[in-house]
């Protein structure tokens, strides 16, 4: 197993922890052995500290005590005489002291020697208190001397003096140690720092390489699946999780592929079948208006009558006509070509074409909500298409010298036209795709006109419907989207 290219997302998982795990393990190592090291050199430095400040106290207390002897000798001070074994028993505790703080053979030889010093002093103090001849004057300028001090310390000064040494020398290599890891704590300190940047950007790089790039690959895959490419092939790529997802998804597009066309195929054969009904009936019933004519030419008496079977003819030929024209512009497919148009405008526009029909029956026509009107993402020619047939459709559904109703409701995020006629209503319920002639009372009528607004409409993703009231006409209406931004102000 690569440790580059991890084959599980488990384990991927799992080599990101480890690192954080190590991260942490080597920043605490680090922390710990840092605080450690200023810990026991801190306690190193206060204990020689110590053990220097117990010599001197020692050393200071030693030649008070001689000054006290002299006065108590020369002097016959009685406080003397009362305050020169204080002084022996504050020496001999501070020696103890100093044994207690010792760490080393070394340490302890060289306390044991300053001791053994001063209890040779002491001995000698001893002897000058216990010798009778002292207090004779010989006695008392001899130990008056300056020169009598220094020889009974004399022994003791000499390993006072090598006692601090001994310190001191301890202290300077402690300092060189202090030194030496001042110099190189602002190398070792970032050491963390840089393995922390190291982790983050490696675990970083493995994770956009075999999780999140895979992942925004099916992601962008799955979008262009959904927007129909079943073809589109995701790359099967990333840990295994995520290039088994690819690899079953692909193989779901392969499926949904194979389903669409045999759906596809499925749905042609019923288009076709219900579609063969439909042009046998519009084609029949002008044959059969035609072959009818024709026989009427036979028995035709006056001129009158040729012209008047002539005429149903070429009036039927026409029909036919269009009704071929209409269901080829009905199966052809749609491919909007979407612009800003105002609503009220598009209805003016179909509205302007139906003047002389409008005028013919003397049909008002009253538009209610014009200024509510906003911009519509639509084919102009294809809307315009529809909202004519729609149109036609209630002007001829209308009673002479009645009226049309065209209303315009903005709902803020939808918009609606409604197209109220007056007359009898609907006697079948418009559906879309249905392509089944209906009852009409149209002479000219081709029966595709609702079919054809379906199918517009639908292709702009809006929504055709039909609200009819028996004896009472019908209403049509149009909800379309609005989009905010092209709102009228």
């Known amino acids: 197993m690569s440790f580059i290219s991890p084959k599980s997302l488990k384990n991927l998982i799992f080599r990101h922890e480890i690192a954080?795990?190590?991260?942490?393990?080597?920043?605490?190592l680090i922390g710990g052995v840092s605080a450690f090291f200023w810990q026991q050199n801190s306690a190193e430095s206060v204990r020689i500290n110590t053990m220097f400040y117990l010599t001197e106290q020692i050393r200071g207390e030693l030649y008070a005590q001689i000054q006290e002897m002299i006065r108590a000798r020369i002097l016959e001070d009685s406080h003397a005489l009362e305050t020169y074994p204080e002084y022996s028993r504050s020496i001999s505790e501070r020696f103890n002291k100093l044994r207690r703080r010792s760490i080393s053979r070394k340490e302890d030889l060289a306390i044991q020697e300053l001791n053994l010093a001063y209890r040779e002093i002491q001995?000698?103090?001893?002897?000058?208190?216990?010798?009778?001849?002292?207090a004779d004057r010989l006695a008392r300028i001899q130990i008056l001397n300056p020169t009598f001090a220094q020889q009974m310390v004399g022994k003791f000064e000499n390993r006072y003096h090598s006692f601090?040494?001994?310190?001191?020398?301890?202290?300077?290599?402690?300092?060189?140690?202090l030194e030496t890891w001042t110099k190189f704590a602002p190398f070792i300190i970032p050491v963390p720092l840089i393995f922390a940047f190291i982790i983050v950007f490696y675990t970083r790089h493995v994770m956009r390489i075999q999780f999140i790039g895979p992942i925004a690959n099916i992601m962008k895959g799955a979008g262009e699946i959904r927007r129909g490419r079943l073809e589109y092939q995701i790359n099967e790529e990333g840990v295994e999780e995520v290039s088994d997802l690819a690899n079953a998804i692909n193989k779901m597009a392969e499926e949904l592929s194979h389903s669409r066309e045999a759906l596809l195929e499925n749905e042609r054969q019923v288009a076709l079948g219900s579609l063969i009904p439909v042009v046998a009936h519009n084609v029949r019933n002008p044959l059969a208006s035609i072959r009818a004519s024709?026989?009427?030419?036979e028995h035709a008496e006056s001129k009158e009558d040729i012209k008047e079977s002539k005429q149903a003819i070429i009036d039927t030929i026409d029909r036919l006509?269009?009704?071929?024209?209409?269901?080829?512009?009905y199966l052809h497919p749609l491919e909007p070509n979407l612009t800003d148009i105002n609503a009220a405008e598009l209805i003016d526009a179909a509205l302007k074409v139906l003047d002389s029909k409008i005028n013919e029956k003397k049909i008002e026509v009253n538009k209610l909500g014009w200024e509510d009107s906003v911009l519509l993402s639509a084919d102009p020619d294809l809307m315009e298409q529809a909202i004519y047939g729609l149109l036609a459709n209630a002007i001829d559904a209308a009673p002479n010298s009645t009226i049309i109703e065209i209303s315009i409701i903005n709902h803020g995020n939808t918009l609606e036209i409604h197209i109220q006629d007056s007359g009898s209503g609907l006697p079948f319920e418009p559906k879309p795709g249905n392509l089944e002639p209906g009852p009409s009372t149209k002479r000219f009528g081709t029966g595709l006109g609702?079919?054809?607004?379906f199918k517009i409409c639908q292709k702009h993703n809006w929504h055709l419907d039909f609200n009819t009231i028996k004896g009472k006409g019908t209403k049509v209406i149009i909800t379309a989207p609005i989009n905010p931004e092209k709102e009228l102000s």
């Open 123 to 134: 001995g000698d103090m001893n002897n000058i208190f216990s010798n009778p001849y002292i």
């Open 294 to 297: 024709a026989q009427l030419l």
């Open 321 to 329: 006509g269009r009704w071929i024209s209409s269901l080829v512009s």
């Open 164 to 177: 601090k040494s001994l310190l001191r020398n301890k202290h300077e290599k402690l300092d060189i140690t």
């Open 20 to 28: 954080i795990l190590f991260l942490v393990a080597v920043m605490g």
């Open 450 to 453: 609702i079919p054809i607004a």
